[in-house]
């Protein structure tokens, strides 16, 4: 069976075209593997274009563990540059996702995806959370370079209050120019990654309530560079929320098992 390696901002997905639907995608272990860094190709999650009996595109999703995931947003944007790569869209395109249809367009070296709209956060003492299609913590820090993620993280992750389904922990800091720099323990995968894109969108949208930081807002990742523009509504959720920045075909192989 043919894979495909893409990374997005280094959120790095295995991606195997699945139209014919022979990926036995019920085996959690072999998706485990093929995620695995050391036993297999390596990445933080491996994604199945599929496509629906309507003909729609469709993107399932598997964290590093095996187990199918909510969405993701740099792998969403992946999704796009390989179904792009593939011919199957031109540089307009719609897909569905776990969270429902998404919009899409490729300018370039960057994808611009369109995410759902977020009706609400809620905003605690010392964090907020919200829904940007997965669930996500943002915790302001006052040095996330010197941060222990994982160690920060992950008590979080599987808190009581977030259980049974955990979250993803988000930590920001903002920069003299405005800039958010974003480290991300992510659920799934129960480590930090290079980026993650729904944790990048609940970071800006959590930045414009609390710093008035306007749309479109400039991140930084540890894996590069990432932009969220939206429109805040006046009852406090959010609309026409897009993740922009670029998304690459690495290699490709076989898997022979
Ligand atoms: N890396 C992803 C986030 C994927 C979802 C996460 N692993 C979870 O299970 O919540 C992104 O780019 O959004």
Request: glycine share 10%; hydrophobic share 40%.
């Amino acid at each position: 069976m043919t894979f495909f390696k893409y990374q997005g901002t280094g959120n790095d997905f295995v991606m195997i075209d699945d139209r014919a639907r022979t990926f036995p995608s019920a085996d959690q272990a072999l998706v485990a593997q093929l995620c695995h860094r050391h036993f297999g190709i390596g990445a933080d999650g491996l994604i199945l274009l599929q496509t629906a009996p309507d003909g729609a595109l469709t993107m399932v999703y598997f964290n590093a563990d095996g187990a199918e995931g909510s969405m993701c947003g740099n792998g969403g944007r992946c999704f796009v540059r390989f179904a792009h790569d593939l011919g199957l869209i031109t540089d307009q395109a719609r897909f569905m996702a776990v969270d429902g249809e998404h919009e899409a367009e490729v300018r370039g070296t960057d994808i611009h995806l369109r995410m759902s709209d977020v009706a609400s956060l809620e905003h605690h003492t010392a964090f907020s959370f919200l829904n940007t299609g997965s669930p996500h913590v943002v915790q302001f820090e006052a040095d996330v370079a010197s941060l222990d993620v994982v160690a920060v993280g992950r008590p979080m992750r599987y808190a009581a209050q977030f259980s049974p389904g955990g979250t993803n922990i988000n930590f920001v800091e903002t920069q003299s120019d405005q800039t958010l720099f974003v480290r991300t323990y992510e659920r799934g995968v129960e480590d930090e990654t290079y980026s993650c894109g729904t944790g990048v969108t609940a970071a800006a949208l959590v930045a414009h309530i609390q710093l008035n930081l306007s749309s479109p807002v400039a991140i930084r990742t540890l894996g590069g560079n990432l932009r969220v523009a939206f429109t805040a509504q006046p009852g406090g959720g959010f609309t026409s929320i897009y993740l922009i920045g670029p998304a690459q075909r690495v290699f490709e192989g076989e898997i022979t098992v």
